[in-house]
C-alpha cells in the first residue's frame, strides 16, 4: 500500500514563502512521475506542477510559472513545492500525488494518479 503524507501548510502573508513537503512510502518512488495539484473552495481540483521519474525535467500550470518549484530527493522518498511569491488567490488545499505507472514522462491529468495524500491547507493573506 503507497502511502503519502503532504505537510508544510499553514497561514502566510501574501508574497510569503512556503515549502510543502509529500514523503512516500510502500514502493519504490524513484520509478514514479509526482505531482502536486490544489482545490480552493467551491473549486475543482486543479493542477499545479509535476516532476518526471527521474527529476530531469519539470513542468508548471501558468498559475504558478516562476513562482513555485517542484523538485525530489528519491534518498528520501520525498517530493517537495517551494512557493514564494504567494498570493490570495494561491489558497487552497494541496494535494501530492504518484503516478499510475512506473517509468513515465510529467503527468497533468488526475487520472494518470493512483495514489493521493490527504492534503495540506495554504492560506495566503492579503
Known amino acids: 500500500q503507497v502511502q503519502l503524507v503532504e505537510s508544510g501548510g499553514g497561514l502566510v502573508q501574501a508574497g510569503g514563502s512556503l515549502r510543502l513537503s509529500c514523503a512516500a512510502s510502500?514502493?519504490?518512488?524513484?520509478?514514479?512521475?509526482m505531482g502536486w495539484f490544489r482545490q480552493a473552495p467551491g473549486k475543482e481540483r486543479e493542477f499545479v506542477a509535476g516532476i518526471r521519474w527521474s527529476g530531469a525535467s519539470t513542468y508548471y500550470s501558468d498559475s504558478v510559472k516562476g513562482r513555485f518549484t517542484i523538485s525530489r530527493d528519491d534518498a528520501k522518498n520525498t517530493v517537495y513545492l517551494q512557493m514564494s511569491g504567494l498570493k490570495p488567490e494561491d489558497t487552497a488545499v494541496y494535494y501530492c500525488a504518484a503516478a499510475r505507472v512506473p517509468w513515465t514522462d510529467i503527468r497533468t491529468t488526475q487520472s494518470d494518479y493512483a495514489y493521493w495524500g490527504q492534503g495540506t491547507q495554504v492560506t495566503v493573506s492579503s
Open positions: 510502500g514502493r519504490t518512488f524513484s520509478r514514479y512521475a
